[in-house]
Structures are given as C-alpha cells and as structure tokens.
C-alpha cells in the first residue's frame, strides 16, 4: 500500500486548506483511513478518522472519492497550531480495533503511511 500525500502549503489564520491522500495497492473502501500530524517539538495526534461504513471521527471534514481512491482532509478556520506536518495512514479494516479510535493517543499503530505534508499557518 502506498500512500501520497499532497495539498499541503502557507496560508493565513482564518484560511483553508484541502489535504489529498492518494491511494495505490490497495481499495480505499477496505481501509480505515487517517489523518494524523506532528508539530516540531510534539508528539504526533490523530486529526480525523474515516472508517469503511462511512462513520468519521475527529476535526475537521475526512471524506473520500472511492472512484478515484484518494482520501481528503478539509480543514476550516486554520490558526498557527494547525501548524505541522500531516501525515495520512491506512490500517485493513478488521474486529480487532475500532477506526473512530485510531486518533486517539497509543491506541492502534497504523499499518501504512504517507511522508506527509507542510502545512504552516502564519498569523
């Protein structure tokens, strides 16, 4: 499975921006599928989740087009500590975990992820 990321940039405060997941070796519609993003000097934190039946978790809007198997992350309303890296990351979906809690700190390690991409806010 790879995964690419893309959409990344500079924007002001109050601005937007839309984050791509591109998705190859794999059916996004198997995965559940994540945002996570690390700023320099944090730990890495989930942002959104998006499972196989539709159900999301998380900030900002995570959403999907299984036409053309890429992942979206828009987000509204930046501020500075929207600053980071993000990264995207998919895991097969199975019983043994539950997507929505994925971002939440320790508790599954995705099996697949993106290099991530620059997202700086400036004020």
């Known amino acids: 499975v790879q995964l690419v990321e893309s959409g990344g940039g500079s924007v002001q405060a109050g601005g937007s921006l839309t984050l791509s997941c591109a998705v190859s070796g794999a059916r996004i519609g198997d995965y559940c599928m994540a945002w996570f993003r690390q700023a320099p000097g944090k730990k890495r934190e989930g942002v959104a989740a998006?499972?196989?039946?539709?159900t999301t978790s998380g900030r900002f809007i995570i959403s999907k087009d299984s036409a053309k198997n890429t992942l979206y992350l828009q987000m509204n309303d930046l501020t500075p500590e929207d600053t980071a890296v993000y990264y995207c990351?998919?895991?097969?979906?199975?019983?043994?975990?539950?997507?929505?809690?994925?971002?939440?700190?320790?508790?599954?390690?995705?099996?697949?992820w993106g290099k991530g991409t620059q997202v700086t806010i400036s004020s």
């Open positions: 998006l499972d196989t039946d539709g």
């Open positions: 990351a998919a895991s097969r979906s199975g019983s043994w975990f539950a997507c929505r809690y994925v971002i939440d700190d320790d508790y599954y390690d995705m099996d697949n």
